[in-house]
T-cell receptor, first 111, second 111 residues
Framework: KAGVTQTPRYLIKTRGQQVTLSCSPI?????VSWYQQTPGQGLQFLFE???????NKGNFPGRFSGRQFSNSRSEMNVSTLELGDSALYLC??????????FGPGTRLTVL | GIQVEQSPPDLILQEGANSTLRCNFS?????LQWFHQNPWGQLINLFYIPSGTKQNGRLSATTVATERYSLLYISSSQTTDSGVYFC?????????????FGEGTQLTVNP
């Protein structure tokens, strides 16, 4: 089975721009979660989607949003980028409440 | 919310040495995972181990759920074992779930 894929792998944006990241889960997995990793805050949960519905959301401002499509692929969007949004964004997929499997991540740099 | 603490924060070993990484959590959990973050940032699944003991080659893990800790053992360490090791617990919530990560243990294995 192919693993979780994320695109793009690297991204450079400037403050005020918006960005969209994509995640394709393992075939058959309907749950997709997003996490942000920064040196100062560690790994933090952003949101979880299951069957096109957002089931859970972390403590992030409304500039962070996401969605899931009928094929379970997910996108997350960050609007009005700030310097502090520079981070590694990781996507994970799972069948439900068992093991989560992570993609390679998207490294976002905001200048 | 649940707290996840890992120790030690940093560990430096010579190739061939053994090591034990510890993960303490503040509440009972149904799901605990160990990950190795490779130099490119991807989280690689090591173990899904809510309780009991598992082994995979030179790595093994034990979770004592009643005492709220898990241990990751690395035997005969190799330079390729270097990286950050995370434990994470899955927190079921009113709707959905989320992984809560520890701060990680930075392992350096010198030749």
């Amino acid at each position: 089975k192919a693993g979780v894929t994320q695109t793009p792998r690297y991204l450079i944006k400037t403050r005020g721009q918006q960005v969209t990241l994509s995640c394709s889960p393992i075939s058959g997995h309907r749950s997709v979660s997003w996490y942000q990793q920064t040196p100062g805050q560690g790994l933090q949960f952003l949101f979880e989607y299951f069957s096109e519905t957002q089931r859970n959301k972390g403590n992030f401002p409304g500039r962070f949003s996401g969605r899931q499509f009928s094929n379970s692929r997910s996108e997350m969007n960050v609007s009005t980028l700030e310097l502090g949004d520079s981070a590694l964004y990781l996507c994970a997929s799972s069948l439900g409440t068992d093991s989560q499997f992570f993609g390679p991540g998207t490294r976002l740099t905001v200048l | 919310g649940i707290q996840v603490e890992q120790s030690p924060p940093d560990l430096i070993l010579q190739e061939g040495a053994n090591s034990t990484l510890r993960c303490n959590f503040s509440d009972s959990v149904n799901n605990l995972q160990w990950f190795h973050q490779n130099p490119w940032g991807q989280l690689i699944n090591l173990f899904y181990i809510p309780s009991g003991t598992k082994q995979n080659g030179r790595l093994s893990a034990t979770t004592v759920a009643t005492e709220r800790y898990s241990l990751l053992y690395i035997s005969s360490s190799q330079t390729t074992d270097s990286g950050v090791y995370f434990c994470a617990v899955l927190i079921p919530e009113t709707s959905g779930s989320r992984l809560t990560f520890g701060e990680g243990t930075q392992l350096t294995v010198n030749p």
